[in-house]
């Protein structure tokens, strides 16, 4: 007798599971091996204390203590976080702008032009990118040169190597990155809505902030949710741009590990670091899932 | 004369806006051509002097080389991988779905600076040298959410009723597999490849932290800016920005192509 | 043909049913449970060989679902199903003597026609050299000769389908399973699509298994009509049969339209029901038990008006709500008695809302329902 019509549902149930098992296990595995033990590994060397290269002492909130009490590391976690918020600021405030008009201003026929165009500097080198705001912003680079030689400055303008370069060159990439997001929010939004609110009467202005802005808001939190972890955890932008005078938290960190050699440090810097964006997180989930309703 | 206000505003934001992104490209490239070694106008030149040099530093081009074939292999890796856990999710909707699927996307969230710091710890636990295989393990472990969820976007039902046709008709798993879902899906396969591609050629962080004496070529870059001002990275950025250029517009290329053929499918 | 359901037993209004030895589709007390809910209960079919069968049914019926358990896309919770004669429950798709077409036809859309036909040829590993001749029979059947080299987006609606029809039968399937096939075909095409896949049919001599929420589909195409309700099998009968003399409520509303007279049964006897209506005493052939609830049931162009023939019998006097012209009748709503009943009148019966209709009924025209 072949087996039981209930076995087979059965069989099949299980079948079905460890194929799918099969297929999504080596990822999960790999990811497992190779991302989750790191974090792990970075938890568990935060407890302990760096000591000739190697871990000792007892485990402990040592580490934690440390930071928090010492300015110089504190200040650093400050600037990232400040340094990041502007960035997200200023980025969203540029990229806003030429998200609408090349959905709305720009033909249908040039949008796609438009849009690879706006962010085909992206494919550029990050860390060239960033040299190449060194040229443009260096005392001896172009804006400097071009400002003396049409005589306007004597001295160079000291630009780069601060906060307001790191910034700019921030925005800079921030920038690519949000235009292509709201725009592809702004794109799929049903042109419809702004018809009915002009046959309602809405002025362009009105029609915007009452319409277009609110169903534009969850790609736009989204992007400036991105924007904010993405600086607050990049190294390189804020150590070509920046000097040395103020650092962002991951300056701070690959000090530890470069100059003092603390990777007990470093490690708790990093917990402290993804407990920032955890918080970042949960602030812009909590703002999708509210616009998802 | 609303008409004209709107398009003078229009050309206006476009005008400043291309001007800011490209500003630091225009230079790259302009003054990669330059005789002098400041970047600084007038531009005297052009001269291909630092390409030259470029082309003649064993460092760079080794590390251009390195940073290739890392890229290839960790963009195949991060494909495969996520591939089938595309696969496996969409297809067979194993137990604890959402807690696998959860892990996959995990990375996206964690900054890449940490999970080389933490690689690096666990290298030297384990006393396993720096090494370039350990940077494409990194770099394997940051594309693979990226992987993931392209392919994943791709997993439609539709394609779910080809394959329920392949096995009507006789297909073997493997079979299914091989004959149906990998050739329908080869343009979102080659898309993630391109951009997992050009994030692990692009990467700096995780390779700095994890190579050795033979480094990536970002961070052979990176070592070369710490000497100050050189024409030659702007020769060398020149040539990043239009190698991967090229490899998103064939990739691009490739899936709108594909994508306007199955939408004129799906006018039935 | 042979058709074996619960409510014809219960009603003993159908045919007498036979267990045949030469059944070709046997299901036995087949169902379907996800997680608390019964997609499918209690379902038992016969199916003689070379029928054109047609699963009808609204949305969320089960007919879907029981058309991929056929199929082995689904595995049944109990139940058994064989295919000639052979038990095929616990065989996946690819070893079942079936095909299906599907939905949105499932074509390939990376292979030319040629290559979407030859695919079950290429998945059983038949000679490279064999596959070219038996591509073209049966493009040649489904009347697409030629269309070998073409590409799967270059054809039309009509078209495709025909390639999934070639793709399906070169399998030389013992039941070719379509569901929903005309879906996405305009009305036009779809009338011309229904004749030809009856007359593939009739051509090739196989079962046809056909899922369809359009009931007029269902008349045209099927030798045998399983009407699927709430995950069961409400009745199963020719489309005659079950127009005539519908074996529920369900079927009599689903199958064209009716006027449904409710009342209690008063009296019941020797084949015969009296029912107390809103409308009077009627009395006409039935079985029922005294006390219980039922049902009378009239199709619309059995309502005779005006003086009463011989044979038929006095039901009351209506007043018409509306009447619409459509052609071959005139469809009237009238009232009699507060109950609303449909009728159709011959096309030189023209009447006006607030006419009076002395209507009457031919007691075999009259069906008893009990549910």
């Not at chain 3, 009603?11 to 267990?19: E, F, I, L, N, S």
Request: glycine residues 8%.
């Amino acid at each position: 007798m072949s087996t039981a019509t209930a076995d087979l549902e059965a069989i099949a149930t299980r079948r079905q599971a460890v194929r799918g098992l099969a297929f999504t296990g080596p990822a999960v595995l790999y990811t497992l091996a190779f991302f989750a033990t790191p974090l792990a590994v970075i938890l568990i060397a935060s407890l302990y204390a760096s000591d000739a290269g190697r871990l000792g002492g007892d485990p402990g909130f040592g580490n934690y203590a440390r930071f928090f009490a010492r300015d110089s590391l504190l200040v650093a976690l400050t600037n990232s976080v400040r340094l990041a918020a502007i960035t997200t600021v200023v980025s969203l405030a540029l990229a806003y702008p030429l998200a609408y008009v090349l959905a709305f201003r720009v033909p249908a026929r040039w949008q796609r032009l438009g849009i690879v165009l706006a962010v085909l500097p992206f494919w550029t080198s990050y860390v060239v990118r960033s040299y190449a705001w060194l040229l443009v912003l260096a005392p001896e680079g172009v804006v400097n040169g071009t400002l003396m030689a049409l005589g306007l400055i004597d001295t160079p303008l000291r630009i780069a190597y601060s906060d307001a370069a790191t910034v700019i060159g921030f925005v800079h990439f921030f920038v690519m990155l949000l235009t292509l997001t709201i725009f592809s929010s702004l794109v799929q939004i049903n042109p419809r809505y702004l018809l009915a609110a002009a046959d309602m009467g809405a002025g362009p202005w009105t029609a915007f902030f009452r319409v277009l802005l609110p169903l534009s808001l969850p790609g736009v939190v989204s992007g400036a949710f991105m924007t904010f972890v993405l600086a607050i955890g990049d190294y390189v932008t804020p150590a070509i741009l920046g000097g040395s005078k103020s650092l962002v938290l991951p300056q701070a960190m690959f000090f530890q590990i470069s100059r003092n050699g603390d990777f007990a440090m470093a490690s708790a810097m990093a917990v402290v670091l993804m407990a920032v964006m955890a918080i970042a997180y949960l602030a812009a989930a909590r703002w999708l899932r509210m616009d998802r309703v | 004369m609303r008409q004209i206000r709107g398009i003078l505003g229009t050309g206006a934001v476009l005008a400043l806006a291309y001007g800011f992104i490209y500003l630091p490209v225009a230079v790259l490239v302009l003054f990669s051509f330059h005789e002098l070694k400041a970047p600084v106008p007038p531009f005297q030149g052009p001269t291909t002097a630092w390409y030259e040099a470029l082309f003649a530093d064993p460092k760079l081009m080794d590390a251009l080389v390195r940073s290739i074939v890392i890229a290839v292999v960790s963009g195949l890796g991060s494909t495969v991988l996520g591939f089938l856990a595309a696969f496996g999710l969409a297809r067979f909707r194993p137990p604890l779905a959402g807690l696998w699927r959860f892990l996959l996307l995990m990375p996206l969230t964690v900054a890449p600076m940490c999970v080389g710091i933490g690689l690096l710890i666990l290298a030297n636990g384990l006393a396993l040298p720096k090494s370039l295989a350990l940077v494409t393990l990194g770099h394997v472990a940051v594309n693979l959410p990226l992987a993931f969820t392209i392919c994943l976007a791709q997993m439609g039902g539709h394609q779910e009723v080809l394959e329920r046709a392949a096995r009507d008709l006789g297909a073997s798993e493997f079979r299914v597999l091989t004959r149906v879902t990998v050739p329908l899906l080869w343009p979102a396969l080659f898309a993630s490849f391109c951009l997992c591609f050009t994030f692990s050629w692009d990467e700096f962080i995780i390779s700095f932290f994890l190579s050795g004496f033979d480094v990536t070529l970002p961070v052979a870059i990176w070592e070369m800016m710490r000497a100050g001002i050189n024409p030659k990275i702007n020769a060398a950025g020149t040539i990043v920005f239009i190698l991967s250029l090229g490899l998103v517009l064939v990739g691009e290329i490739i899936l709108f192509g594909r994508r306007r053929r199955h939408d004129r499918r799906v006018e039935l | 043909m042979t058709v074996v359901s619960n409510s014809d037993l219960v009603a003993g209004t159908a045919a007498v049913p036979q267990a045949s030895a030469g059944s070709h589709l046997s299901i036995r007390g087949l169902g379907k449970t996800y997680g608390g809910h019964a997609a499918l209960a209690d379902v038992e079919l016969e199916i003689g060989a070379g029928q054109y069968v047609v699963l009808l049914g609204p949305s969320g019926s089960g007919k879907t679902t029981l058309l991929s358990m056929i199929g082995g896309f689904t595995v049944p919770t109990r139940g058994r199903i064989a295919i000639g004669g052979k038990d095929v429950t616990a065989l996946p798709p690819a070893r079942r003597p079936t095909a299906t077409v599907f939905q949105d036809y499932a074509l390939f859309p990376h292979l030319t026609v040629e290559a979407n036909v030859a695919f079950p040829l290429a998945m059983r590993d038949v000679a490279r050299a064999e596959r070219p001749k038996r591509v073209a029979q049966a493009l040649d059947l489904v009347g697409l000769a030629g269309f070998g080299r073409r590409r799967i987006h270059e054809l039309s609606g009509g078209q495709r389908q025909r390639v999934a029809l070639a793709r399906a039968l070169l399998v030389e399937p013992e039941i070719l399973l379509l569901d929903e096939p005309l879906g996405a075909l305009d009305l036009h095409l779809r009338r011309q699509v229904q004749d030809e896949l009856k007359a593939l049919q009739r051509r090739t001599g196989r079962t046809f298994v056909h899922v369809t929420h359009d009931q007029e589909e269902a008349m045209v195409l099927a030798d045998l009509i399983v009407i699927v309700h709430n995950g069961r099998i409400e009745d199963a009968g020719t489309p005659q049969r079950l127009y005539q003399r519908p074996a529920t409520r369900f079927v009599a509303e689903f199958m064209g339209e009716s006027s449904l007279i409710e009342g209690r049964v008063a009296a019941a006897g020797e084949g015969r029901v009296t029912l107390e209506t809103p409308l009077g005493a009627i009395s006409l052939p039935g079985k029922a038990m005294a006390g219980a609830m039922g049902t009378i049931a009239i199709r619309p162009e059995n309502w005779l008006a005006g003086p009463r023939p011989d044979d038929a019998v006095t039901i009351g006097r209506a007043t018409v709500i509306d009447s619409v012209f459509q052609g071959a009748t005139w469809r009237v709503r009238a009232r009699c008695q507060g109950i609303e009943l449909l009728l159709r009148l011959p096309p030189d019966r023209a009447v006006s809302p607030g006419d009076s209709l002395d209507l009457s009924c031919r007691e075999r025209q009259m069906v008893f329902l009990d549910r």
